[in-house]
Each structure stands twice: as C-alpha cells, then as structure tokens.
C-alpha cells in the first residue's frame, strides 16, 4: 500500500503542528477518541494496517514515543521494523538519507522518525515517498505529543477553546512546548510560559504566548499545569545556578498547585525529574492526568497513521 496521495489529512506526512489545520486537528482527536476502545477489546487489533510496513527509526533515547507508536502499530495489525543508532550502520558514519534510501529498499509504507537534529524528519518527507511521521526532531517540535496532550485536556474540559494552560520548565529546549504553543494558540486556548529567562526561546514574542519568570502569577486561574524536565543533553553548560534552587523557585508543589483553579490538572510529557520540576506528591496525586498522557498517546499514534493511510470513518471495525 502505498502511500503518496489521498490520506484523511492534508498531506502524506505528519512532521508537525503548523502543517495541520483546526480541522486536521479535530479529525485526528475524534478519530484518536474512537480508537481508545480498542484497548478495552479482549482482542486488542483491528485489521486496519493489515500487510503495511512501519519503520521505527530512533536516534535518540525515547521509552513512551517509541513504545507507544509500537503498541499502536501493532494494534492495527501492521508489521513493525524498529532501528536504533546503536546497533546500526548509523555508528558506521552512514547517512540519515542513506539509512533512509537503504530502507526505502525495503518498501515500508510508514516511517516514524525521532532525530536530535531539529528538520530531520522534513529533510526525509521531501525526498522519500512514504509517510514520514515526526516522533521529536531536536528542539523544534513533537507533533503527536501535543496531540496526545491535546486528547487529555478535552477529555477533562470537553473543548479546548479559552483553556488556561501553564507550560513551566526548561522551554527553550523543548519541542513539547513548541509543539503545544502552536496548537493550543490554534485551537483558541491561552498559553502562558513560565522560565528562567535563561530557559525562555528567542523567538517567544512570535508564539502568540505570555511569558512569565515566577510560577505563581502564571498559575492564578489555570486550567491546565504542564510541567517539563530540564533538558541538559540540549545544553553545553548549565542556565540557572543550582537545581536546589530551580526547584524552590519553579517547581509544582501542593502548595503552589493551589494557586490554580480547583479543578486544575497537572501534566507531564516524561521523563520526569522528581524533586527538580515537579514534587512526588504532585506527580502521583489527584488531580495529575500523567498516566492518561501515556493512555492516550497509543490512541492518537493509532489515529495519525489510519488516517494516514487514508482512513475515515467507523476507525475501529472489527472487519
Ligand atoms: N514524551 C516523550 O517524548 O517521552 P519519551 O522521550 O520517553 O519518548
């Protein structure tokens, strides 16, 4: 099957959140939404993939992304190829292009890339003529998390729309935060990005987000609190002078957490650092939705490639 035209969505590739409309958005939570059932079948599968091919191809470090694109691969009855730097010819001084051609070779209908090169995956959807989906391109964005995100915050707010996000941590680094900017600005919610200056982007002023460089006027009325680990592998030297101090004047405490609004939810993309951005306490409470990111993300990864493949409606028949 291959697949070089006519998908559910508006190109053949999913490489990040400004290439997919309102609308593609909505499409790909309402298809992710039905897809949820699944795991609840005593039969795990659809046939939908049956005889497509998926690539798995990670070059960098991943548990949740890498996982969950699988266990949705496999829920869709397609076959799975996972290829790893280590391990590979990538180690040998081998090219992503020529690793990619030399898969090509292989006739996969899907690659799902996650590269620490940010435009990895756009380099690849210009010349290859499957499916390319961005699993994390460096710090530029990480389209399916914000759409997993997305899924969880409408699951507890039923829209979107005039949803107060609070996105804290080490922003700049992040291709979570990027990702969810754009889509949450998109989708009508308010952002506000909380850093050190130093962990603030330089293009912030082009997000369409408000900055803050205190936690506790950003959490005042928030909806939603999505908290991101320090990212030191993207970092040459440290940007803030100790994580003791990071952690007393950044990190989600029960105490702060009670600044936001009653019904606030806390979020987290993972890993996490307990006891840097975010309290134990906080992490495993009540009010946490982390587990339902995790949940939710098979959903929308199911979602992304049946659509891709050019699916539309009655996502989970058994037929
Ligand atoms: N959220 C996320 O990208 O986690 P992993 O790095 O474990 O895939």
């Known amino acids: 099957m ?6 559910a969505l508006g190109g053949k590739d999913v490489v ?7 609308g593609e958005i909505q499409l790909i939570l309402n298809t992710a939404e039905e897809l949820l059932d699944v795991a609840e079948r005593p039969i795990k599968k659809v046939p939908a993939l049956r005889g497509s091919t998926v690539v798995n191809l990670f070059m960098e470090p991943s548990t949740r992304t890498r996982f969950s694109f699988e266990v949705a691969e496999k829920r869709l009855s397609a076959d799975t ?3 790893s730097s280590s391990g590979s010819s ?8 020529d690793t990619a051609r030399n898969l090509m070779a292989m006739a996969p209908d899907f690659i799902v890339i996650r590269h620490p090169n940010s435009g990895a995956p756009h380099r690849l959807a210009g010349v290859i003529p499957v499916s390319i989906i961005n699993a994390g391109d460096g710090i530029n964005e990480h389209p399916t998390q914000a759409l997993l995100d997305a899924l969880t915050m409408r699951q507890r707010f039923d829209t979107l729309e005039g949803l107060r996000v609070v996105i804290a941590g080490d922003i700049r680094h992040s291709r979570v935060a990027r990702s969810n900017a754009f889509l949450l600005t998109k989708m009508g919610a308010e952002v506000r990005f909380v850093a050190p200056a130093s962990l603030l982007p330089l293009d912030v002023e082009d997000l369409g987000v408000s900055t803050f460089l205190r936690i506790e006027p950003a959490l005042e009325g928030a909806d ?5 680990r320090i990212q030191l592998e993207r970092q040459k030297k440290i940007n803030f002078p100790s994580m003791r101090e990071y952690f007393d004047f950044f990190a989600l405490t029960p105490e702060r957490l009670r600044l936001a609004a009653d019904h606030a939810v806390v979020m987290h993309p993972g890993p996490m650092n307990r006891g840097v951005e975010i309290d134990s306490s906080v992490a ?18 199911m979602a992304i490639l049946y659509l891709l493949a050019g699916g539309r409606s009655e996502a989970a028949s058994d037929s």
């Open 284 to 301: 495993d409470g009540e009010q946490s939705l982390i587990l339902d990111q995790v949940t939710n993300g098979v959903a929308i990864r």
């Open 2 to 7: 291959p697949v070089e035209s006519a998908t």
């Open 90 to 97: 990538v180690s040998k001084g081998e090219t992503l292009l």
């Open 16 to 22: 990040g959140i400004n290439h997919l409309s309102a």
């Open 81 to 83: 190829l996972n290829f």
């Open 224 to 228: 939603v609190v999505m908290m991101l």
